[in-house]
């Protein structure tokens, strides 16, 4: 069995990266693979998404969001990062619409 791993820089580009690199290092091993072949996403792509190179489509935004099980949303994608790669990440309050 062959074990999918991230390369991390030593700046995390932005909250969408912080908060999925979170999310894979709670959950079990061949978590990551599963979630490549759910996206249709090679290792190489999805490290450059991690780097900050690019960012996914809505549909790959959408796939991660629902596999993730809301962990990581399309919008953090586009915000700053809040932390390091391993600090933790906080809950954020439910906001309603108005």
Do not use: C
């Not at 580009?13 to 490549?36: C, F, H, S, Y």
């Not at 596999?67 to 309603?96: C, H, K, M, Q």
Request: charged content about 25%; cysteine-free.
């Amino acid at each position: 069995m062959k074990i999918l791993r991230l390369r991390l820089g030593v700046r995390v580009p932005n909250e969408g990266a912080r908060r999925l690199a979170q999310w894979i290092m709670r959950e079990p091993v061949g978590t990551l693979d599963k979630l490549l072949r759910k996206i249709g996403m090679g290792q190489i792509d999805m490290e450059r998404m991690m780097a900050g190179e690019l960012t996914p489509a809505a549909f790959v935004g959408h796939q991660i969001f629902a596999f993730t099980r809301s962990a990581v949303t399309i919008n953090d994608w586009y915000r700053p990062a809040v932390g390091g790669w391993f600090d933790v990440v906080g809950a954020e309050p439910l906001r309603r619409a108005a």
